[in-house]
């Protein structure tokens, strides 16, 4: 691997030179203005896809924890890396302890303690399952599932605070489209909730499936205040592999971002569920379309007034919580994910495979750990 850090972003830093801009609606610029400076530099760049998925602040380490994409694709060697992406030096280090641990990261969310938990894809006939990382980045914990439960590939997931529950997404993209897991696998492809704790999330029992609209499930989140989760919906027929598997959309597509009410009675340690779920962002709209929304709604994330932030195609599409857009974060190749970070929160992460960029805010960011 080639790296090339970026050790600019200091409290004042000079724009960079790479195609990243900030675009807005005449009705929304002064809103879309109020959230971002309008600064953004390139963190860091590789020659490999190494930007592409989780990305959790790690505070104590003044670092994220990202995931590549699938490397050496489409052989027996194909595998993720996982790494630890400084700010502001843009100095990257491989965390092998976990690269051996979990197969085939993927997206991570903050304990609120100052560790991770992360997804693993799983390989060939091994499950799917969940991890917990500590703050060092070195201690890999497997909360589960245990035998008699096999996952697809779990994409994304979120802590519910109030529960203790985490919620994550389990669509068939390592078995449908991307042809490193092996059958059988769990057709349902639902959002389902697990304790994080792992004695309890050893409990089979403890593992509820609490939404299954979703064809192919992929990011997911929760507003600041717990009230509402967001779960992108993410397939196209064009990834389609053999005829014999059974394919969410056949020949269409799917490229929308759902929200549900979370329901819950505020004891800690029983599960949350969702109800009243409603399509709240559509990227096929026509509407969607004549502000440039490209590709799939893939990462999400939130601000602390609500506001929601989608990796796409075109960069990030930021939303009001109403689902209404306020502009976008263009950055050419589009972005996988994102996150909030830095030593105030305002320093949003964009993942862009091969490149990752940091722009300054205005705004703090919800769903991190400041501790």
């Given at each position: 691997m080639r790296f090339i850090c970026c050790s600019a972003m200091p409290d004042v830093c000079e724009p960079t030179e790479q195609p990243v801009v900030f675009e807005a609606t005449e009705a929304t610029k002064c809103e879309f203005d109020e959230l971002h400076t309008s600064v953004a530099v390139l963190l860091a760049e590789c020659d490999e896809p190494l930007f592409h998925e989780a990305g959790v602040w790690i505070p104590s380490s003044s670092e994220w924890l990202v995931t590549s994409d699938r490397l050496q694709q489409n052989t027996l060697a194909?595998?993720?890396?996982?790494?630890?992406?400084?700010?502001?030096?843009?100095?990257?280090?491989?965390?092998?302890?976990?690269?051996?641990?979990?197969?085939?990261?993927?997206?991570?969310?903050?304990?609120?303690?100052?560790?991770?938990?992360?997804?693993?894809?799983?390989?060939?006939?091994?499950?799917?399952?969940?991890?917990?990382?500590?703050?060092?980045?070195?201690?890999?914990?497997?909360?589960?599932?245990?035998a008699g439960l096999t996952l697809n590939s779990p994409n994304d997931l979120v802590l519910h605070k109030s529960s203790g529950h985490l919620l994550f997404t389990d669509?068939?993209?390592?078995?449908?489209?991307?042809?490193?897991?092996?059958?059988?696998?769990?057709?349902?492809?639902?959002?389902?909730?697990?304790?994080?704790?792992?004695?309890?999330?050893?409990?089979?029992?403890?593992?509820?499936?609490?939404?299954?609209?979703?064809?192919?499930?992929?990011?997911?989140?929760?507003?600041?205040?717990?009230?509402?989760?967001?779960?992108?919906?993410?397939?196209?027929?064009?990834?389609?592999?053999?005829?014999?598997?059974?394919?969410?959309?056949?020949?269409?597509?799917?490229?929308?971002?759902?929200?549900?009410?979370?329901?819950?009675?505020?004891?800690?340690?029983?599960?949350?569920?969702?109800?009243?779920?409603?399509?709240?962002?559509?990227?096929?709209?026509?509407?969607?379309v004549d502000t440039g929304a490209e590709g799939y709604p893939d990462g999400l994330k939130c601000d602390v007034r609500g506001n929601l932030y989608a990796g796409c195609g075109d960069g990030v599409r930021v939303y009001s919580p109403d689902g209404s857009y306020l502009g976008r974060i263009k950055v050419k190749g589009g972005v996988s994910n994102l996150c909030f970070g830095g030593h105030d929160g305002k320093t949003l992460l964009l993942l862009n495979k091969k490149r990752a960029f940091a722009v300054r805010m205005k705004v703090k960011g919800a769903i991190i750990c400041d501790e």
């Open positions: 194909t595998n993720v890396k996982i790494i630890a992406l400084h700010h502001p030096s843009g100095n990257v280090r491989r965390l092998r302890a976990l690269e051996e641990a979990i197969e085939m990261g993927n997206g991570g969310t903050t304990d609120f303690k100052g560790g991770a938990f992360l997804c693993s894809q799983g390989l060939g006939s091994v499950s799917g399952s969940l991890w917990h990382i500590d703050k060092t980045l070195s201690v890999a914990t497997r909360l589960g599932p245990e669509p068939a993209y390592g078995l449908e489209s991307q042809g490193f897991r092996a059958a059988p696998f769990d057709t349902a492809k639902a959002v389902w909730a697990v304790p994080s704790h792992p004695q309890k999330c050893s409990d089979l029992a403890e593992w509820r499936r609490v939404d299954r609209r979703a064809d192919e499930p992929n990011g997911v989140l929760l507003s600041p205040d717990e009230k509402t989760a967001y779960v992108s919906d993410v397939w196209s027929g064009k990834w389609a592999r053999g005829k014999q598997l059974r394919h969410a959309c056949p020949g269409g597509e799917r490229s929308c971002v759902f929200a549900y009410d979370v329901v819950h009675d505020g004891q800690h340690g029983s599960a949350p569920s969702l109800a009243n779920a409603r399509k709240l962002i559509d990227l096929c709209d026509k509407k969607e």
